[in-house]
């Protein structure tokens, strides 16, 4: 379990954080670190070369050491062909980093959808992080080089790739000379690496700490940022280890052991979007609960007024990342299947003011699901376009109950219940002329069946909060 600190969650949440993504990141996906992705390009150019040479005997001749780091690949061809990386990027295996992305990836994407962190730097050539956009639909702009700092801003994540991207190989940098010489043609990230960087915590994740040039302008930006920012380090090192052969980035950046978590980057990330939607969850429910509560006691003019009161076993239920998209994904008949706590906040106070207002009655809710049940009464809450019309909405939930038999499972109860009450929220009009069977005209022949259909009841708000009343 890694102990995420409490100032670190502070700082995402106050939108003062900036991840920067190393080479720890990708190579759970299977891409290889920087010294074994060195020596196979290294291993590859001998092979093409034919000579029968040893290959430490090749490598000391050829890059002037038997075991030779990628910059000092790089640096030969470019010497070599004028300040061109063709034909080294031409040996690294580019084509075998199709891969998909891991959690790391896919946390990082799911804090920028959430708001907490729109700005993202890395050092990585592969593409992961773009595939994790991809899967859920997440608008990014991507930054490889000079050029694409003139696209629009605006999007969810802005990807600053500095050493360019295997997407464009004229991006690529690679070289010794090009990372920490004074090419301007390879220094245009610097400013955005230090405009990213200033009157920010930055977060390192699977970095080892070896770059200067990081550590150059963690010490220009520790001149000109304000006192008591405080940056971390995420590495599988232990601190000792990674103090000793990074010192340089230690003290540039003012690091001490209490920044430093030794864990997984998926790990990391994971408990980092865990603590900061659990952060958002509780936020929302306290701020928006009370006033979505009076909202619902305001349908009908008999209801009297009551409190709204803590709901501890649903909220713990739906604060983490994987409990709030089960709640959402349960709970929504949109088109979004990976839904967020920050697009959907009124949806998620108005379930809360629901399970307050029915636990005092003698509800209970069910884990992170949004349903409740009194003896053997089931109620299911389900949400669509603010002010969508009751019926349409109603016949949404019952194509989707009937299309996936999880979901159908969940409100049905594998027909063991007795009576579900589908409560339609935010929606308008009434649902006199609903009725489970005509909704289900044009269904296909393995439509619910009728003792299903009996058992769903299709109710608005103020319709349900009138039978409560009665009951």
């Known amino acids: 379990m890694v102990d995420i600190p409490n100032e670190l969650v502070d700082v995402f949440c106050a939108g ?38 040893a290959l430490e005997s090749f490598n000391e001749q050829t890059f002037g050491s038997p075991n030779p780091t990628l910059d000092v690949i790089a640096e030969y061809f470019f010497r070599r062909d004028g ?33 907490f962190a729109d700005k993202v730097l890395t050092t990585n050539w592969d593409e992961l992080v773009e595939a994790a956009c991809h899967e859920v639909a997440c608008g990014f702009v991507r930054v490889r080089k000079p050029d694409d700092l003139a696209q ?39 400013p955005q690496v230090a405009a990213a960087f200033q009157g920010c915590c930055v977060v390192f994740v ?33 601190w000792a280890s990674f103090a000793a052969k990074a010192s340089e980035f230690v003290g540039a950046a003012h690091l001490a052991e209490n920044q430093f978590l030794d864990c997984g980057s ?31 006691l305001e349908l009908i003019p008999v209801c009297a007024a009551v409190p709204f009161g803590a709901v501890p076993a649903f909220v713990e239920g739906i604060a983490s990342a994987d409990g709030s998209q089960v709640f959402l994904q349960t709970l929504l008949r949109k088109v979004d299947t990976y839904p967020v706590v920050k697009s959907n906040e009124r949806l998620v106070a108005r379930v809360a003011a629901w399970v307050s207002y029915l636990t005092a009655r003698g509800w209970q809710s069910v884990g992170e699901l949004p349903l ?85 009841i299709f109710r608005t708000e103020t319709e349900f909060l009138q039978e409560v009343q009665l009951a």
């Open 16 to 53: 003062r954080a900036v991840l920067f993504l190393a080479a720890g990141c990708s190579i759970p996906s299977g891409i290889s670190s920087a010294d074994e992705l060195a020596q196979r390009v290294a291993r590859e150019y001998h092979a093409r070369s034919g000579q029968q040479t």
């Open 83 to 115: 300040g061109r990386l063709d034909s080294f990027v031409n040996l690294v295996p580019f084509a075998e980093w199709t891969r998909p992305p891991n959690d790391a990836h896919r946390g990082v994407v799911r804090l920028a959808r959430e708001g």
């Open 152 to 190: 629009p801003a605006g999007a969810a994540l802005q990807l600053f790739k500095i050493h360019g991207c295997r997407s464009d190989l004229t991006s690529i940098i690679a070289a010794t000379s090009q990372i920490e010489g004074k090419d301007q043609s390879c220094l245009w990230a610097n």
């Open 206 to 238: 699977g970095y080892s700490g070896s770059m200067k040039k990081i550590s150059r302008t963690m010490a220009d930006v520790g001149q000109w940022s304000p006192t008591g920012i405080r940056h971390y380090v995420v590495d599988r090192s232990d």
């Open 266 to 296: 998926e790990d990391f990330v994971k408990a980092l979007v865990d603590r900061l939607v659990r952060y958002r969850v509780w936020q929302v429910v306290g701020e928006l609960g009370p006033n979505e509560l009076s909202g619902i």
């Open 372 to 456: 409740m049940y009194k003896d053997d009464h089931w109620v299911y809450f389900a949400a669509g376009e603010l002010g969508e019309p009751a019926r349409r909405l109603a016949r949404h939930v019952l194509l989707l109950v009937h299309g996936k038999p999880n979901l159908r499972r969940t409100v049905l109860g594998d027909g063991e219940r007795g009576k579900v009450t589908c409560v339609l929220l935010l929606a308008q009009g009434t649902t006199a002329d609903l009725a489970a069977r005509d909704l289900g005209l044009g269904l296909q022949a393995n439509d619910l069946t009728r003792g299903e259909r009996e058992t769903l």
